[in-house]
C-alpha cells in the first residue's frame, strides 16, 4: 500500500527550540535528525537542465480514497515533480489513520507522529528517471519507460475529461491512469480488498505553501 502512495505523488510540521543543555544522549538522538541526514546527502546530484517529472512547475491534487480504506489524500508539488508532500488521512479496518509522506531528490520521510513512526528511504525512482532522462532527453519518453519498467501499457482512456495512459504493475497488483506524469486515478487489488484513488479536485501552477515540505528534526530509520 505504501509503494502506490509513493508512485502517485499530515501532520503540519513544526520545530520547537528549547534552551535546555544538551546531553550526550540527546546529542546521540540528533545524530540521526533529517537536517544531519540531507547535510550528508549526496548534494553534488545534478538534475538535468529540462528534467520534469510532470508537465506543470506547481500543483494540489485532492484524492478520493475508497474501497479497502475510505478517506482523503492531498499531494503538494513542487519544481516539476521533484519535490511532492502528501499528507493523508483515512480508515482501514475501523482505524484512524493520519500520515506525511514528503519526496525530495534525495530521500522519501515517511511519517506517523501518532505511532511515534518515522521512515528514511533512498529515493532511487528519482535516481532511476535521471538515468533514463540522460539517455532520451525527453520527459513523455523517460515517464513512459519507467512506467514501462514497472509493468505494461494498456492503452490510453479518458478519465475526467482527461486522456490518459493505463498502466499495470503485475508487482503492486495496480492499474494507474496517468494525464501530463500526474496520477489521477489508481487501483489496488490487495489479499484484503481493493485499494482505489481517483483526483477529485486539482489546481495546478498555483502557489503551494513551502512548510510542507519542511524535514523534522525526528529519530529517523532508514530502510
Given at each position: ?21 544538551d ?39 485532492k ?12 499531494l503538494y508539488?513542487?519544481r ?54 540522460n ?24 478519465i ?64
Amino acid at each position: 500500500m505504501k509503494k502506490l502512495i509513493l508512485i502517485t505523488l499530515f501532520a503540519f510540521l513544526a520545530v520547537s527550540c528549547t534552551a535546555e543543555k544538551d546531553t550526550p544522549e540527546k546529542q546521540d538522538v540528533e545524530k540521526n535528525t533529517a537536517v544531519e541526514i540531507e547535510q550528508k546527502a549526496e548534494l553534488t546530484k545534478i538534475i538535468p537542465e529540462g528534467l520534469k517529472m510532470c508537465g506543470f512547475k506547481t500543483g494540489i491534487i485532492k484524492y478520493q480514497m475508497t474501497g479497502l480504506s475510505t478517506g482523503t489524500q492531498m499531494l503538494y508539488f513542487r519544481r516539476w515533480g521533484i519535490e511532492s508532500s502528501i499528507l493523508q488521512e483515512h480508515i482501514i479496518n475501523k482505524q484512524h489513520i493520519q500520515e506525511n509522506i514528503i519526496l525530495t531528490e534525495y530521500y522519501t520521510y515517511q511519517m506517523n507522529r501518532a505511532a511515534n513512526i518515522y521512515i528514511r528511504k533512498k529515493n532511487n525512482t528519482f535516481d532511476e528517471y535521471i538515468k533514463i532522462y540522460n539517455d532520451v532527453k525527453d520527459n513523455t519518453a523517460a515517464d513512459s519507460i519507467l512506467m514501462i519498467r514497472a509493468g505494461e501499457y494498456l492503452g490510453r482512456e479518458e478519465i475526467a475529461g482527461k486522456m490518459c495512459t493505463k498502466w499495470s504493475s503485475p508487482k503492486s497488483h495496480s492499474i494507474t491512469w496517468k494525464w501530463e506524469g500526474i496520477i489521477i486515478r489508481s487501483e489496488m487489488t490487495t489479499p484484503m480488498g481493493i485499494l482505489n484513488y481517483e483526483a477529485v479536485d486539482i489546481k495546478l501552477d498555483c502557489d503551494v505553501p513551502s512548510f510542507l515540505f519542511s524535514i523534522p528534526d525526528a529519530p529517523w530509520v532508514d530502510k
